[in-house]
């Protein structure tokens, strides 16, 4: 008697030793990362490339908690924003971060510490609402930690932690057996119209409760459908009067002619195979992970109606998660750049993946199979310098940044004209992170050489950020423009409107 309730007592401290390390396994992984390029986690400093979407987050939250809006906007090639605005995604996404900003104070450490609380707390949530076996918990600590995006974000200012954090929720939704099914599927809701005021295409992901509801489907597939229809309304009319044009090589910009449309996706598909045989693992690692995810939605599909023989719930929710992987990739084809959107197919592919090797009913073998070939698949793309390793610390990345905090005391304010504040970097000629020193009232717009070429006399910004020696600051100097900083060694030149 006494051995067996040993032999019990034994197993719970078990599972109660991995389900603590499920909720902190994000935060070691991540100090994994650094401890092994010699760092602690907070000696992080987010300016990562030359063109970072980290710094637009960055300064956006940076001027919501100074002003509450902008003063200045965030657009690209001088797009149709207004007064005020901000960049391409909705300002709700930031509220974990204005939150904290608040409470703390904003610094390079406040978006990580965000991050990793985030994932923290999602983990949490998973476990508390779940009754899932020690070895679904190592099967997730072990994906979480071959696809190294989910590190890697974590100790980033990208918002991507507070996708997979929903993410992480919503599996734990989809899983609980703690709740009514009515009560689920209110949280369930929840969840998916948080995903997609962060990333608008999770929208797809309201037709779930259809399949946890245990009646009353039709029912459910009404209510889903008129969430989709709100959320899009919602989302493009944000997007009309309170953002920035995002910039896109969309196929949609030449019209519905349905020629082109087909012609636009095909020559966008061959942009995405090329990606994933050269693009290393910035992008190239992005697609393949999207690939292998549905080929083993596909398989697990396959097996389980082999198996049931019906389309029970798992299995359709499986089948979901795959289309919505499908349905992003459509989006890519479409509306995005292929560069840009590599992130964001890795990103549902994620959620897709969770699902997939979350099922107690999908065999070992095949869970082993996803693991070894994401680590494969890892290996070959981590051969060449990426945005996956170049974490980039205080000392190293102060040592080559010229100029930095001198350019904080060039500009003055001035409210009676929007353009007055705004500044036009050039990011063919100078790196973009230098608008981490900017003040947060200046609006910044992204511009590239052969844009400036041609809209050089109709252009509206009071400054113009480029390279000293290019051909651009010398058109702008014979054109009476004022050089209010210059620095020919690092070839930086900021150029005033006169």
């Not at 940076?62 to 207004?82: D, F, M, R, V």
């Not at 995903?195 to 009353?216: H, S, T």
């Amino acid at each position: 008697m006494c051995l067996a309730e040993g032999k019990k007592w034994m197993a719970t401290n078990k599972e109660r030793l991995v389900r603590f390390l499920f909720v902190i396994w994000i935060p070691i992984l991540c100090m994994l990362m650094v401890g092994l390029q010699g760092h602690r986690l907070l000696d992080i400093y987010l300016p990562a490339g030359w063109c970072s979407d980290e710094v637009s987050y960055y300064k956006q939250i940076e001027a919501i908690l100074e002003y509450g809006i902008p003063k200045g906007y965030w657009g690209y090639n001088e797009s149709t924003a207004q007064f005020g605005t901000f960049g391409p995604w909705v300002v709700l996404s930031y509220i974990p971060y204005i939150i904290l900003g608040k409470i703390m104070g904003w610094n390079f450490a406040t978006p990580v510490i965000c991050n990793l609380l985030l994932m923290v707390v999602a983990s949490w949530i998973y476990v508390k609402i779940t009754d899932e076996e020690i070895s679904q918990f190592l099967w997730l600590m072990a994906l979480e930690t071959v696809m190294l995006w989910v590190t890697r974000y974590t100790i980033s200012g990208m918002l991507e932690p507070w996708v997979m954090a929903l993410e992480l929720i919503l599996l734990g939704l989809l899983r609980s057996k703690r709740y009514s099914f009515g009560k689920r599927n209110v949280w369930i809701y929840i969840v998916v119209y948080l995903l997609g005021l962060v990333r608008p295409y999770f929208i797809v992901l309201f037709y779930l409760p259809c399949f946890v509801a245990e009646k009353n489907k039709k029912k459910y597939a009404v209510i889903s459908t008129v969430m989709v229809v709100l959320s899009a309304a919602q989302y493009l009319i944000y997007r009309k009067l309170f953002c920035a044009a995002y910039i896109t090589a969309s196929v949609l910009d030449a019209g519905f002619n349905i020629k082109e449309l087909i012609k636009g996706g095909i020559d966008a598909l061959k942009l995405v195979i090329d990606l994933l045989i050269h693009g290393g693992a910035t992008y190239g690692y992005g697609y393949a992970l999207m690939f292998l995810t549905l080929v083993l939605g596909v398989i697990k599909i396959f097996i389980k109606f082999k198996k049931y023989k019906k389309a029970e719930a798992h299995l359709l929710i499986d089948a979901w998660a795959v289309f919505s992987v499908l349905a992003t990739l459509g989006a890519v084809l479409l509306l995005y750049d292929p560069y840009a959107g590599s992130r964001h197919v890795w990103q549902v592919s994620l959620f897709a993946m969770f699902v997939l090797i979350s099922d107690d009913k999908f065999f070992w073998k095949v869970k082993t199979a996803l693991i070894a070939l994401s680590v494969v698949i890892l290996c070959i793309y981590m051969g060449e310098s990426t945005y996956l390793r170049q974490v980039p610390y205080k000392q190293e990345a102060l040592e080559k940044t010229a100029a930095g905090t001198e350019l904080s005391i060039l500009f003055e304010p001035v409210e009676d004209d929007r353009w007055a504040n705004t500044l036009a970097i050039n990011a063919s000629e100078v790196d973009y992170n230098y608008v981490y020193y900017l003040p947060s009232y200046m609006g910044v717009q992204i511009v590239w050489s052969d844009w400036l070429e041609g809209a050089m006399e109709n252009m509206n910004s009071r400054y113009v950020f480029t390279g000293y020696n290019g051909a651009i600051a010398e058109r702008l100097r014979e054109n009476g423009w004022i050089i209010l900083y210059e620095d020919a060694e690092n070839n930086l030149c900021i150029l005033e409107r006169p």
